[in-house]
């Protein structure tokens, strides 16, 4: 067995944490794979023999059986452009906040790596959202796990979207943004906007305006089997698209439409999936916080 490790960086409470990871995988002799940003880190107590390191997507390849992702939500939404389309399930331990997808919380390092020596674990498919874009962006990786945003730059005025269902005319918002939401971004930054929350299996798309001129204005769930396109109008030449939280800026003339992508990531989970006790745990729903 063979298991890539990837985090943004180490801080102080993480590295006893990776210390306990990698030897409960060395009790196993589970070749590791660590990402070259914890290259820095101190591996003299450990059988180096059996690590070795990559740092980017052509490095992983067929004999890696899961990547361990050390961090919270945000750090398993990176491994998607380093997993891309190889199938590679993912398991999330939370140094985070609320971890929707960071499911594992450090404590339960020893049950995690048990889970996947004895194979006792769910694999959860997640559709992710596909960005066409004339010209490309995002480079290789026009994909993402939670959303896609367009956005008004900083300082610019509120702009117009002109949205479309497989070529229908559906609405031009007047707004600071738009986001079209997965169903595992329900609970992102298309919550936080006071989009709705969908089931991770709902099979839909939930577009949300970001701060709409119109108050008549909500947000609407669609199959994911449409092509959602958009045109941009705008004082402004410029405004910004971002897959998950990666951004960039692009002008007003071009040509956007996602769609459901053609593969999925496979999320690991140690249990089977209450998505309604995950919101109940998370959003902390059911509590009154005076008794």
Known sequence: MKIAIYSR???????????????????????????????????????????????????????????????GDGTILDTVTLVRDKNIPVLGINFGRLGFLASVSKEELTTAVDALVNGTYIIDKRTLIHLDADPALFDEAPFGLNEFAIHKRDTSP???????????????????????????????????????????????????????????????????????????????????????????????????????EKFKMSLLLLNENNFLSTLRTKLTWGLDKRN
Not at 38 to 56: E, M, P
Not at 189 to 212: H, L, Q
Not at 219 to 235: K, L, Y
Request: negative net charge.
């Open 9 to 71: 960086g180490l801080g102080d409470d993480m590295k006893s944490q990776l210390d306990i990871l990698l030897g409960e995988l060395q009790k196993h002799d589970i070749r590791i794979c660590l990402h070259s940003q914890l290259g820095d880190y101190d591996l003299s107590q450990h059988n180096n023999t059996n690590i070795d390191f990559f740092s980017g997507f052509n490095e992983l390849d067929a004999t890696i059986d899961f990547l361990i992702s050390l961090g």
């Open 158 to 260: 509120m702009i117009k979207i002109h949205t479309y269902l497989n070529g229908e005319f559906l609405n031009s918002y007047w707004a600071d943004g738009l986001i079209v939401s997965t169903p595992t971004g329900s609970t992102g930054y298309n919550m936080s906007c006071g989009g709705p929350i969908v089931f991770p299996e709902s099979s839909s798309f939930v577009i949300t305006p970001v701060a709409p001129h119109n108050l008549n204005v909500r947000s609407i769930v669609v199959p994911d089997n449409n092509i959602i396109s958009f045109e941009i109008e705008g004082r402004s030449e410029q405004f910004i698209c971002a897959l998950d939280a990666r951004r960039e800026i692009v002008d007003k003339n071009v040509q956007l439409a996602v769609k459901k």
